[in-house]
């Protein structure tokens, strides 16, 4: 058993070149969903395979998918202690739009107490605070627990080689817990543990119209536009009070408890908090639930993208032929991401007028994620979180996807741990995202304990 001591003193006195290498792993552009970015996502495969044999790790293996790769390695030095799976994704998000950036998302810095670069906090300042652990660990002689790695490349995307990786390769992800690094608190004094992930199914609607781009003072009038109907589709999929519209789509939600709801309201979240985090002039949704409800324990229809016509500089009198959407739902239990394509479909064949055809098109599906709050891996978590912190961490729901937890729970019959310590400004997705350095640090120190309390 390595001393809890030591190891911490350890993390302490190499905080400076943790961050260079921190540094280093954030400066590849491991962007899963352009193609352009492939080698980069590579390249970060090997960047952290070669951590995980600089830790001493053994049956270190970059395993190919269909798009990018796996890296996997173990350590089974510790007989009878249990089998602690470790999953992070070496991916991130595109980059648009750069122009809001202060500094570029690839050339990392720190301001002020942050780190700022794409995929700082989502999540590789979180997979780098795991290694980092080790280390000092290892130092002290060994690992207290059995150690495997799981690191997928294609997150941020739906994960859409998982299923098949997890069924062709089962004998590596065998385990007694899953600590998944991807997880966020709701402030840097906060402590947290994620227990509810929220599904997602995506989609393309395209809405064909005439065959070509017209005029649109010569055809104007006796054509429907595609924009138009497909903004009336969409504008149909909502009801006024917040809800979504498709037929089926509440019949499986799971209301939430009494006692969760109770547990919920002490996560607060004021109209005021909301308006300065998102920057909405006023919150929106279901009035019937709070905001920490309606983002956590609530399913959702979202726009992520509208495409149609002359959208250049000046103005240009057009009738465009085609119109395309991306949509997609967050789903709780107990949705099925494969269930809502059929009720979205058959809302559009209720909806769609004739003077148009349309496509639908799924991308990807993932169900949502819950996890048992009171087995003897949360203990252990809460129990590092409250010696961390000095009070013992909130539960709550997230209202983000991380497709590999219901998958591990399926196909392994793994609990996961969720635990890593995203904070909610910390921009994932958008520009200037940035990791809080405090938060990193003390993660390090949480895993540290939380690996020796196993
Ligand atoms: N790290 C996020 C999930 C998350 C968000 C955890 C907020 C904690 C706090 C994850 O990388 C993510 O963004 N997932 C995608 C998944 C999707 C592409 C299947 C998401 O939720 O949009
Ligand atoms: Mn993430």
């Known amino acids: 058993m390595p001393d809890l001591q030591a190891a911490l003193s350890y993390a302490n006195q190499h905080q400076e070149r943790f961050l260079e290498e921190f540094k280093d792993f954030c400066a590849i552009p491991s962007i899963s969903t352009l193609s ?34 796996v890296v996997c390695g173990e350590w089974m030095g510790a007989p009878g202690k249990p089998v602690v799976l470790v999953y992070g994704h070496y991916d991130v998000q595109p980059v648009d739009p750069i122009e809001e950036w202060i500094s570029p998302p690839f050339d990392p810095v720190v301001r002020g107490d942050n780190l700022y670069a794409r995929g700082a906090s989502d999540m590789k300042g979180q997979i780098q605070a795991l290694l980092k652990a080790l280390e000092a660990l290892k130092q002290q002689g060994a690992f207290p627990v059995n150690i495997r790695f799981m690191l997928e490349g294609e997150e941020e995307m739906g994960s859409p080689s998982l299923e098949d990786f997890v069924e062709k390769h089962r004998g590596l992800l065998v385990c007694d817990v899953v600590l998944n690094c991807d997880g966020g608190i709701a402030g840097p004094d906060t402590p947290a543990l994620t227990y509810g992930l929220r599904g997602l199914s995506y989609f393309e609607l395209e809405v064909f119209g005439p065959s070509s781009d017209l005029h649109s003072g010569v055809f104007g009038g006796a054509v429907h536009n595609p924009a138009q109907a497909l903004c009336e589709l969409i504008a149909g999929m909502h009801g006024p009070d917040g809800s979504v519209n498709l037929p089926g789509f509440y019949d499986t939600v799971r209301p939430i408890e009494p006692e969760e709801r109770a547990a919920l309201a002490g996560l607060p ?57 991306k949509l997609s739902m967050r789903l709780v239990p107990d949705q099925d991401p494969f269930e809502v394509e059929k009720q979205l479909r058959a809302y559009l064949e209720t909806h769609a007028p004739n003077t148009i055809r349309w496509e639908l098109r799924q991308l990807s599906g993932a169900g949502p994620g819950m996890i048992e709050r009171d087995s003897p891996y949360m203990r252990a978590a809460r129990q590092a979180l409250e010696e961390v912190f000095g009070i013992p961490p909130k539960f709550k729901r997230e209202g983000g996807s991380i497709p590999v937890v219901s998958l591990l729970k399926e196909r392994i019959g793994a609990d996961t741990v969720l635990m890593g ?6 921009g994932f997705h958008g520009p200037n995202e940035k990791m809080h350095l405090p938060s990193f640090y003390r993660l390090i120190e949480t895993y540290i304990r939380f690996l020796c309390i196993l």
């Not at 310590?421 to 910390?426: N, Q, R, V």
């Open 36 to 69: 352009e970015n492939a080698g980069d996502v590579a390249r970060t495969a090997q960047w952290l395979a070669d951590e995980l044999a600089r830790l001493g790790l053994e049956r270190i293996q970059i395993i190919p998918t269909k798009l990018h790769p």
């Open 421 to 426: 310590f995203e904070l909610p400004d910390a």
């Open 269 to 325: 979240l004021s109209d005021e908090e909301w308006k300065t985090l998102s920057g909405v002039p006023a919150p929106w949704g279901e009035a019937e639930y709070t905001i920490t409800e309606r983002i956590g324990a609530r399913p959702t229809l979202e726009v992520n993208g509208l495409v149609s016509g002359f959208t250049g500089e000046g103005a240009k009198t057009v009738l465009p032929a085609r119109a395309m959407a």
